[in-house]
């Protein structure tokens, strides 16, 4: 029999070995495999700087010709660089993908202890632990699937189509056939195919926000600049998957698939690191010291009950297994992934929706979030704040395209309708444009030019019908908008026979047209000589609160003039005034700041937009350092150590590039920051993969964004990742509430089976399927109850928490065994009780089983709050569930003792009244002594404070 007990054993280790080798062997092949195929996704180096080129520079470099390519030389092109796409790294298969949910040092121990109990034929302890095992498993294994989609989302923001030269004539081909050398045409509507030189522009304005972060879109020409010109303000390059929002142009390809932006963006997606979260980091090293703990109080239990006790082997082994069953925590990971699961439904309850679970108490640690701009902080929906006349400074309220604001001048409420010069400088921009608003269901959108929508915007603000005034003054002519000469011009006339001009355009273009300017007085308008100075003074300080300056001149035109040319606004206009525009920061995201502010998380701005509008957004949400900024090239002139330095001070980057909100994050980590980052173009995927939360707007955000990041925002409202940590917070307290619950039972139990070890007992008080009843129904009763507690009072006070701090910190422990002890005391004592009265040996362990459940019954009160006392309505019955948790328990309580079926199955037996009313006055007991130790601790810890 020895030899077999011994036999039994290598085999067992044999076998959980095999189980360790190929889980970790296949999860290692598959991600050994896939960071070889990214390798080949690799960053390429920039090898001509294109836009410091001249076109004949950019025709020889590239040897083409600026008519295009034949379809001949196009076909060797295609073989020599390849397609127009980017590369793919292969994914995992399905299989390794699965696998890997097994690779958790808890989940090898909980499948060897199903291992063990399914050699010794119980079925159903074995059933039940794999049945946790791979409810885990499917669960990880669905939610993963959707964590590297990152650069699929990034390949179809490829064109499909392109406008193309080839042989002389203008076709459509398939943008894969693209090469460079090949010249494609562009016009409003456009997506770029590939990335282009451009050649030839006309009134060209591309929307790069996706790419750079700029908030508008940009004008562009074809002059060559400077080699150190950041990628923002490359004025002569069309970018991959950029839109072109105004105008037409040509340009030369001079990248295609991954040598483009695009491309280098997608590589870095492809090579950062996603990394680990603080849970699961902890959790891995619980398990490891879980599993070292259970195998050493086994070997030391079995070796005593053989040398000292005088135990048979085969006795001695199934007491090991059940010392071993009771000390896993066998529900802890299902209650864990519940936890976490309750924390994702409320969280989408508050416009957060979570891709990956574990994110959501990852929130609960964040410390720093690092913030995109626009579209994020702001409403990526520019806005007219300022108006400046001759006589007077005017400001506007309300934000986007909603048309409801006030005018005020010196903090006075302004009535627009009856002031005569505000409405004709306000009708002059609703006449010179070219863009429409329109409200559809709900929402108020604009189509055109955002600049050109926030001026019609301010002209319905002041009570403008703006359907009306494009009848009753219609145009009959215009210049258009072209970076060349930096305004535009519209020919009016009114059914009275009047003709006007008007113009709007950069103020300094406009000045140099203009001889006049027009004041309102008391006494009416009025028309006086310009006063240059006046104006550049008022421009400098409205771009010096980030706003964009237009300006806006009119001239009377002769009668029934239906024609108009450049020589007509050369000169002799008469100004009306300057539109300061920006795209304002959320109202809500000003309160989230502050929020974040007393929850002792600090917010950084990370933005591609200019310096100037970045210091001005961040001092209007309340950044904590909004003067001190950093630009990109500021950043590449700074080694890591000095970066690290600055890091902790500067909370405002601006005209950065995908690699620095990368590096940024990298360093902040490196600090041990766990940081937050949030973005909605695909220039924010790399950081938001990398980052240890990565936070995606739902309704702007590109699909890239969202695929690279663990969170999205469905409202893109800041506001809501306030929301988002207060929920993680309280799932990661409810998860520390859930392992104080669940590890004294575990600890109780063992003490029992080592308890009756040590003095010897021939008849153990609990049989393994008893112990793995009660952890697995306690745990899906009791213990779940925990997951549905509200926040603690404060949550949102408290500073984050320290991400390396371990889950059983020494309260934690001292708390595990002290109610272990008073576990194991109770139910040992009335297990002994029974006996001495003559009972039976299936009446004492039933006996002892309901004691070990009420104890924890009268145990989740105690753990509802850490220190907090508990013996108040709110702690007795301010948790719902877990009342109806008890209720539940006590149910499956009866039928374990009475119900014929499972007294066969367990081996238990009926029990008396006066056996209840003894159990439930020892039971009891646990809740009162663990309130007189939390008072101890209060007390303890109050005095201690300085």
């Not at 964590?147 to 392109?162: T, V």
């Not at 080839?166 to 590939?194: H, M, Y």
């Not at 303000?233 to 970018?239: E, G, K, N, V």
């Not at 309280?730 to 070890?757: Q, S």
Request: with cysteine; glycine share 8%.
């Amino acid at each position: 029999m020895l030899f077999d007990i011994i036999a039994l054993e290598w085999l067992i280790a044999i076998l959980a070995a095999l189980v360790l080798v190929l889980g970790g062997g296949f999860v290692g092949w598959g991600v050994g495999r896939q960071r070889r195929a990214l390798k080949r996704v690799r960053l390429q180096p920039e090898q001509t700087r294109w836009h410091s080129l001249t076109e004949a520079q950019t025709l020889q470099q590239l040897q083409a010709d600026a008519h295009g390519l034949s379809a001949a030389a196009a076909r060797l092109r295609l073989t020599e660089h390849g397609a127009n796409r980017l590369p793919e790294a292969r994914p995992r298969s399905a299989l390794v993908r699965f696998l890997a949910q097994f690779h958790n040092v808890l989940i090898y121990v909980l499948l060897s202890a199903g291992l063990v109990t399914a050699m010794l034929q119980h079925w159903l302890d074995a059933g039940v632990i794999l049945g946790v095992v791979l409810v885990n498993a499917a669960i990880g294994f669905v939610q993963e699937g959707k964590a590297e989609d990152a650069l699929r989302a990034i390949r179809r923001m490829l064109s499909p189509l392109a406008m193309v030269w080839r042989d002389g004539r203008l076709i459509s081909i398939e943008a894969a056939n693209l090469v460079p050398g090949d010249l494609v045409a562009l016009q409003s509507g456009d997506k770029v195919p590939a990335d282009l030189r451009l050649l030839r522009t006309k009134g060209l304005q591309i929307e790069e926000a996706a790419l750079t972060g700029e908030s508008l879109p940009v004008d562009k020409r074809p002059d060559p600049l400077p080699r150190d010109t950041v990628l923002a303000d490359r004025r002569c390059m069309a970018y991959s998957g950029t839109l072109v929002t105004h105008g037409q142009g040509s340009g030369i390809v001079v990248a295609t698939g991954a040598d483009t932006e695009i491309g280098r963006i997608s590589a870095l997606v492809a090579g950062v690191q996603q990394l680990t979260t603080p849970l699961l980091r902890q959790m891995a090293q619980f398990g490891r010291w879980l599993t070292g703990a259970i195998l050493l109080l086994a070997a030391a239990g079995f070796a005593f009950g053989m040398l000292v006790r005088d135990y048979s082997a085969s006795e001695m082994f199934m007491a090991a297994v059940g010392l071993a069953v009771a000390a896993i925590p066998e529900g802890l990971p299902a209650i864990m992934t519940i936890t976490l699961a309750i924390g994702v439904q409320r969280m989408a309850a508050r416009n957060a929706i979570v891709r990956r679970l574990p994110a959501v108490e990852t929130l609960g640690t964040v410390g720093l979030i690092c913030s995109d701009k626009t579209g994020t902080l702001t409403c990526n929906e520019m806005t007219v704040t300022a108006i400046a006349t001759a006589g007077r400074q005017l400001g506007l309220s309300g934000a986007g395209y909603d048309p409801h604001g006030t005018f005020s001048v010196d903090g006075e409420h302004l009535a627009p309708q009856g002031d005569a010069a505000l409405q004709e400088i306000l009708r002059a921009v609703v006449l010179c444009n070219d863009s429409t608003l329109e409200q559809l269901d709900g929402d108020w959108r604009v189509h055109g030019d955002p600049m050109e929508g926030a001026l019609l915007v301010a002209g319905a603000k002041a009570g403008l019908d703006l359907v009306r005034i494009a009848k009753d003054y219609p145009r009959t002519d215009l210049i258009p908008f072209e970076s060349e000469h930096k305004f535009m011009a519209t020919l009016h006339h009114s059914h009275a026979g009047e003709s006007f001009i008007y113009v709007k355009g950069a103020p300094e273009a406009v000045l140099d047209m203009c001889a006049t300017q027009r004041a309102s007085s008391d006494a009416g308008a009025t028309i006086s000589a310009l006063t240059p100075a006046l104006w550049h003074a008022r421009m400098e300080a409205m771009a010096d609160v980030g706003l964009r300056v237009l300006a806006v001149a009119v001239k009377p035109a002769q009668p029934h003039r239906s024609e108009l040319d450049f020589a007509d606004v050369d000169s002799d206009l008469t100004l009306l005034g300057l539109f300061g525009l920006m795209d304002p920061p959320r109202a809500e995201a000003i309160a989230a700041v502050r929020d974040c502010a007393a929850a002792g998380i600090r917010v950084k701005m990370i933005t591609g937009d200019h310096v100037a509008t970045a210091r001005s957004i961040a001092r209007r949400i309340g950044l904590a350092n909004p003067d001190a900024a950093l630009t990109g090239r500021e950043l590449d002139q700074l080694d890591d150590a000095t970066l690290q330095q600055r890091v902790a001070e500067v909370d405002v980057y601006a005209r950065v590039t995908p690699e620095h909100k990368l590096r940024l994050v990298q360093l902040l980590q490196g600090a041990g920051r766990v940081v937050a980052m949030t973005g909605d173009g695909v220039n924010d995927a790399p950081a938001l993969k990398r980052a240890d939360v990565g936070i995606a707007m739902g309704v702007k955000g590109t699909e890239a964004a969202k695929e690279a990041a663990e969170m999205v925002l469905a409202d893109d409202n800041f506001a809501s990742i306030a929301s988002a940590v207060e929920e993680g917070r309280t799932v990661y307290d409810n998860l520390r509430k859930a392992i104080l619950f669940i590890l004294p039972t575990n600890g109780g139990e063992a003490l029992v089976v080592l308890g009756a070890i040590l003095f010897g007992f021939q008849q153990f008080p609990l049989t393994p399927v008893q112990i793995l009843w009660v952890n697995m129904i306690t745990a899906v009763t009791l213990a779940l109850a925990l997951a549905f507690e509200p926040p603690e009072p404060g949550v949102m006070r408290r500073p984050p928490r320290n991400a390396g701090q371990p889950v059983l910190t020494p309260l934690f422990l001292w708390r595990i065994g002290y109610v272990s002890l008073i576990l194991m005391g109770g139910t040992f004592g009335l297990f002994l009780w029974e006996l001495e009265a003559g009972e039976g040996i299936a009446h004492a362990r039933t006996v002892a089983v309901n004691t070990l459940v009420m104890f924890e019954i009268f145990y989740l009160f105690n753990s509802r709050y850490m220190t907090a006392p508990v013996l108040n309505r709110e702690g007795l019955l301010g948790n719902r569930f877990a009342l109806l948790a008890v209720g539940l328990l006590l149910l499956f309580q009866l039928g374990f003792t009475y119900l014929p079926p499972l007294q066969a199955l367990f081996g238990t037996a009926a029990i008396g009244l006066t056996t209840w009313l003894r159990i439930v006055a020892v039971a009891a007991s646990v809740l009162f002594i663990v309130e007189l130790e939390k008072a101890l601790v209060r007390r303890y810890t109050s005095n201690s404070r300085p």
